[in-house]
């Protein structure tokens, strides 16, 4: 079996996760999220 025999049975993306992936807001948000998550692991290390 090939992986492009897997391709139609591959999850589709819900109409929310889409709208989330595209909406600037949202991905500000996460952006902001992660570098506090990553900043603040870099300064307990130090």
């Known amino acids: 079996m090939k992986s492009d ?3 139609p049975f591959a999850p589709r993306p ?3 996760t889409r ?3 595209t909406f ?3 991905q500000f948000v996460k952006f ?3 570098n506090l998550k990553m900043l603040r692991m ?3 290390s130090h």
């Open 5 to 7: 025999d897997l391709v």
């Open 19 to 21: 709208f989330f992936r």
């Open 14 to 16: 819900t109409r929310a």
């Open 24 to 26: 600037m807001p949202w």
């Open 32 to 34: 902001i999220s992660i």
């Open 42 to 44: 870099i300064l307990r």
